[in-house]
């Protein structure tokens, strides 16, 4: 029986699992993405303006859109329903491919109606939009 005794202490399992290594590996992983996913979100392309004045004798012409409190929106100061923005901003299309539009905001103004508006103007694929602030 003592052979028996020897035969298991000699060849006994390992009962537990040793995972510093495994710890270590997964920290060093963690720490490589860490330093390596703000340089992956930092490739946005943007257009600097140049610095140059503009020339002063050409005015900029834009198209501007208001929406009042009340939810009432106008067009170079003429009031329109969203339909005829939209048919008046195509025609504006039409004339000159890559119209400026300058939209103004009530600050009583519900969310929805501008939502509307630069909706409009995204699906008409126009993209010089400005948004005024007072």
Do not use: C, W
């Amino acid at each position: 029986m003592s052979l028996k005794k020897t035969t298991q202490r000699g060849h006994g399992t390992m009962n537990e699992l040793n995972i510093t290594p495994l710890l270590d590996l997964v920290f060093v992983l963690l720490v490589i993405f860490i330093i390596t996913t703000p340089q992956l979100m930092n490739n946005l392309e943007v257009n600097l303006p140049s610095g140059k004045p503009p020339k002063s004798d050409q005015k900029p012409k834009f198209t501007r859109i208001a929406l009042d409190a009340k939810g009432k929106i106008t067009l170079d100061d003429q009031a329109v329903t969203l339909a005829q923005l939209k048919d008046k901003l195509t025609a504006l299309k039409a004339e000159n491919p890559d119209p400026a539009v300058v939209v103004k905001g009530s600050d009583e103004a519900e969310y929805q109606g501008m939502v509307s508006i630069l909706d409009t103007l995204q699906s008409l694929d126009i993209n010089r939009i400005g948004l005024a602030t007072e």
